[in-house]
Structure formats: C-alpha cells, structure tokens
C-alpha cells in the first residue's frame, strides 16, 4: 500500500528534489539525515510504481492500436538542444 503522504507523481518529484538539495548540504545531524533518506526512498518507489504503471497504460493502448508508439523519453529526461 502506497504512503497515504503522498499526494501526486508531481508532489513527490519536488519533494524528493528539495530531500536531495538538503542532503547535499550536509548540516544536518545524522538521524535528521537518516529520516529524511528513508522519505527520499519512499518517494522515489511510489514515483517508480507511478512509472511503470503509465509505460503499462501505454503498452496497453498500443497493443490495441489505438496509438503507433509511446514517446521514447515520456516527457522525462533531456529535451533536444534548442526546445525550450
């Protein structure tokens, strides 16, 4: 059962965000960092659950044929130089 804390894909991509810029800093005392490594983990496993189920979505439409192909990055990643 997924972590009733978090609310969306997009809510857990900015918190696991601002989790990794706190971390870096490294002022923080060693159970602080521990509590907030453990959030980081839990948000990045629902972020992948919500992952795979989308690529099982769009496997699915294209197995229908209600579209040729998914997108090869799905919107994630770098975009081609120039795009933005």
């Given at each position: 059962?997924?972590?009733?804390?978090?609310?969306?894909?997009?809510?857990?991509?900015?918190?696991?965000?601002?989790?990794?810029?706190?971390?870096?800093?490294?002022?923080?005392?060693?159970?602080?960092?521990?509590?907030?490594?453990?959030?980081?983990?839990?948000?990045?496993?629902?972020?992948?659950?919500?992952?795979?189920?989308?690529e099982?979505?769009?496997?699915?439409?294209?197995?229908?044929?209600?579209?040729?192909e998914?997108?090869?990055?799905?919107?994630?990643?770098?975009?081609?130089?120039?795009?933005?």
């Amino acid at each position: 059962m997924m972590d009733p804390t978090i609310k969306d894909f997009e809510s857990a991509v900015a918190e696991l965000d601002a989790i990794v810029k706190t971390l870096e800093e490294g002022d923080l005392a060693l159970e602080k960092s521990l509590e907030l490594y453990e959030r980081g983990v839990q948000l990045a496993r629902f972020c992948h659950s919500k992952l795979e189920g989308a690529e099982r979505r769009i496997e699915m439409l294209n197995e229908r044929g209600e579209i040729k192909e998914a997108s090869p990055a799905l919107g994630l990643g770098s975009e081609p130089a120039g795009t933005k």
